[in-house]
Nanobody
Framework: QVQLVESGGDLVQPGGSLTLSCAAS????????MGWYRQAPGKQRELVAT???????NYGDSVKGRFTISRDNAKNAVYLQMNSLKPEDTAVYYC????????WGQGTQVTVSS
């Protein structure tokens, strides 16, 4: 059974930093494209960042230069380092694992507010 468990969501002030983690099980982690997506209230789910099995990355335009995605294949984990957070980064952040199939975690809430 595939499980993706996100953690690290929190309330943070504008300009602050936060690191999200996603622990994966039930998949051959190293061959999967791992990603982070987010969904704000009333909006569609959007790409935040993805990282391929070779370590190459892709970012959504709104987070380029502020967020960094990384993976640890030995720990079956993917991370999202978020810096210079803005109120518009407020959303539920979802971990995704994609190969032949796409798997989603339950999400973790990130709120950026003073």
């Amino acid at each position: 059974q595939v499980q993706l468990v996100e953690s690290g969501g929190d309330l943070v002030q504008p300009g602050g930093s936060l690191t999200l983690s996603c622990a994966a099980s039930g998949i051959m982690f190293s061959v999967y494209v791992m990603g982070w997506y987010r969904q704000a209230p009333g909006k569609q789910r959007e790409l935040v960042a993805t990282i391929n099995s070779d370590g190459s990355t892709n970012y959504g335009d709104s987070v380029k230069g502020r967020f960094t995605i990384s993976r640890d294949n030995a720990k079956n984990a993917v991370y999202l380092q978020m810096n210079s957070l803005k109120p518009e980064d407020t959303a539920v952040y979802y971990c995704n694992a994609r190969n032949y199939f796409s798997h989603w975690g339950q999400g973790t809430q990130v709120t950026v507010s003073s």
